[in-house]
């Protein structure tokens, strides 16, 4: 249980209890100080706090075996997902919970006819300051965030009765503040010279034409040529192809499902370019003009870049349409139905939380009157595949509690036949690296020392985590080459989680690795760079090409690198299996077969369908990182996708 992030200690670790004559009490969750939030002046007494009391949920020590009964190939019950009725029923929270925490409640001047809110798994009621301090046993105050011009409410540790503790996961407002999200650094610090030696236009002025040339070396034919001065330079959707033999769209059977069969997942202001989307399909595919992703707004969110409620733009990877345009070009090119994409479209000041809440209405404790996404993505707004670019690090705002309640949404998913693919991030062991002494994250971008800190939710070990590779620099672009971890611009994120232990379909490998190819790094501190037990779960499992990518942006043509584009990518070849195995019918008509779901427990059981990748590591947090080797690293995962080898074993599933 020594997974729990290091900036919280969890009453489990605790051996310090508060005694009052009626209850014990017992601390539930602590923060560390965070040198970005500063503690300021005392909330008087008399403001009114939101209270929300997060409930333990049922069943949730099944989670695995639920999981694998309906994921894993040797399983009787392969494919046979649930209903989100199902789900909500086996993980609802006990009426033993419900009834304590009413009672803890009552027993605090606090009676249950103040309850805003009881559903499934969470409790909301309006209390005073006062009433909370005396309820939790501690000190609000306010506090800022100079740098974001941010003030949040918060104390520093809470207390709950002893009894309560394994009925209540987390309660808010306490000592968790926002939790950042994150896709990459701004260009990736590579030279204006390499930018605009990439981003020439295709084709390069003074090719010549050839009508008699062979399918893929027409260097004027954008669509089909796989030359090497393209491929090594700027990946295409027909470098792709040929890198994983990944079929033409138009020679697999039209998607069928009853949901999407794809949505990329953008945060506001980030919104994709219509008119770049329209270059890029004109040039590199054969999708109709006009054809853009159908956007689900979620509590705001835009619908496009031209959208006239576009609120203000960081200067951040060139405007707030780049990485948008990179995740839709990429996915949307590669998958049939392009015009039935998805777009989950989060608005200002909505974040992960309020994006589970409009799958799923008893994950949070949102509620119709209050909040206009609360379950409000139904039908054919769900996607059966998610791919999901942005990250938040382990060593954040937020508690283990947190992750751990987002992490059993992503299983949900799953048992309801939904891929989730979340990118590993793009600075190796580390964009934020932890300070041994403090427990706080910083940004590596000094090549300081430092722990190593997991991605959030690629460390959740019910989402498959994908890394980058890279086309290695040879002379001659091949089909089907093996690549390389990308050594420059990006590096491939990869590591342990600090929270979450292997699930039973990675502990094996796991431990292998740990006894075999587990590199040393001195203690710094007194405490190791990573979580090396062997029992942690390790990420990425998958990658696929995240470096050079041609894309159009800001109506020219960019280099695009980062997992932001080896997400969508894998999103889209899952797209294309669920195609055909839905494809398949019975004599009234009926599909045989569903989707694929979670397909972790399949790649591991069948590494081989994937290309091994073992050149190059991920270094950072001043150290080397990991390195690729022969089957599963911390770098590449277990290696790249081979698509007739994928499709053959996945369809052979029933």
Request: negative net charge.
């Amino acid at each position: 249980m020594w997974f729990k992030n290091i900036l919280l200690i969890s009453a489990l670790f605790i051996n310090a209890i508060v005694t009052s004559p009626a209850v014990r009490h017992v601390l539930h969750e602590r923060r560390s100080l965070d040198s970005k939030w500063k503690r300021q002046s005392k909330l008087p007494g008399h403001v009114i706090l939101p209270m929300r009391i997060g409930l333990a949920q049922q069943n949730l020590h099944r989670a695995n075996e639920f999981l694998d009964k309906v994921s894993h190939p040797a399983s009787a019950d392969y494919g046979k997902h649930w209903t989100a009725e199902e789900v909500a029923k086996a993980f609802s929270a006990s009426d033993e919970a419900v009834d304590a925490v009413k009672a803890w409640l009552s027993q605090n001047n606090i009676p249950t006819a103040r309850l805003t809110h009881h559903h499934n798994s969470w409790l909301e009621v309006n209390v005073t300051t006062s009433e909370a301090e005396q309820l939790l046993r501690t000190e609000y105050f306010v506090h800022e965030n100079e740098e974001a011009g941010e003030h949040k409410v918060a104390c520093n540790e809470y207390w709950i009765p002893e009894n309560l503790h394994g009925h209540i996961d987390f309660i808010t407002p306490t000592v968790h503040f926002d939790t950042a999200i994150r896709k990459r650094r701004t260009k990736r610090n590579e030279s204006e010279l390499d930018l605009k030696k990439r981003a020439q236009p295709f084709p390069s002025p003074g090719v010549t034409p050839c009508p008699s040339c062979p399918p893929g070396q027409n260097p004027t034919d954008p669509k089909s040529y796989i030359g090497s001065d393209t491929c090594n330079k700027g990946v295409t959707p027909a470098c792709v192809r040929a890198l994983y033999g990944v079929p033409n769209p138009s020679t697999v059977p039209p998607f069928t499902g009853a949901r999407a069969p794809l949505a990329c997942l953008e945060f506001s202001p980030a919104a994709y370019s219509a008119t770049d989307l329209e270059l890029f399909f004109g040039v590199f595919t054969n999708i109709s003009s006009g054809t853009v992703p159908r956007t689900v707004s979620i509590g705001g969110g835009l619908i496009s870049a031209s959208d006239p409620a576009r609120h203000s733009i960081d200067d951040w990877d060139s405007g707030d349409t780049w990485e948008p345009n990179g995740d839709f070009q990429i996915a949307m090119a590669i998958v049939p139905n392009p015009e039935d994409v998805l777009v989950y479209s989060l608005g200002p000041n909505i974040g992960w939380e309020n994006f589970l809440d409009a799958l799923d209405s008893t994950y949070s404790n949102c509620t119709k009157a209050k909040d206009s996404y609360c379950g409000n993505v139904r039908g054919r707004d769900i996607a059966d595949v998610i791919s999901i670019s942005w990250t938040a690090g382990e060593a954040s705002n937020a508690s283990p509690a947190w992750f751990e309640r987002q992490c059993n949404e992503y299983m949900k998913l799953g048992l309801m036949g939904i891929t989730v693919l979340a990118a590993s991030g793009d600075s190796g062991v580390g964009h934020v690296c932890t300070d041994p002494s403090t427990g706080v994250g910083y940004a590596d971008e000094r090549n300081d020392t430092g722990l190593f800190t997991a991605n959030f939710p690629a460390s959740c070990p019910y989402v498959t985590a994908v890394g980058a590779t890279a086309i290695p620099e040879t002379p001659n672009f091949t089909p089907g080459m093996l690549e390389v971890a990308p050594w420059r611009a990006i590096l491939s994120g990869g590591g342990f989680s600090n929270i979450f232990p292997a699930a039973s379909y990675q502990a094996s490998t796991m431990a292998a690795w740990h006894s075999a190819s587990m590199p040393y790094y001195p203690l710094l501190e007194g405490k190791p760079r990573y979580n090396g037990t062997g029992i942690a779960r390790g990420y990425p499992d998958i990658s696929a090409n995240g470096y050079q990518y041609s894309i159009y942006s800001q109506n020219t043509p960019q280099p695009f690198s980062g997992t932001s584009g080896s997400a969508p990518m894998v999103a889209g070849i899952i797209a294309l299996i669920n195609a055909e195995r839905l494809a398949e019918k019975d004599a009234d008509g009926q599909p045989v077969k569903g989707t694929v779901g979670f397909i972790n427990p399949v790649l591991y059981a069948y590494p081989e369908i994937l290309n091994d990748v073992v050149s190059g590591s991920n270094p950072g947090c001043g150290t080397p990182g990991f390195k690729c080797q022969k089957g599963w690293d911390p770098v590449t995962g277990l290696g790249t996708p081979n698509y007739a080898k994928m499709s053959a074993k996945f369809n052979s599933l029933p």
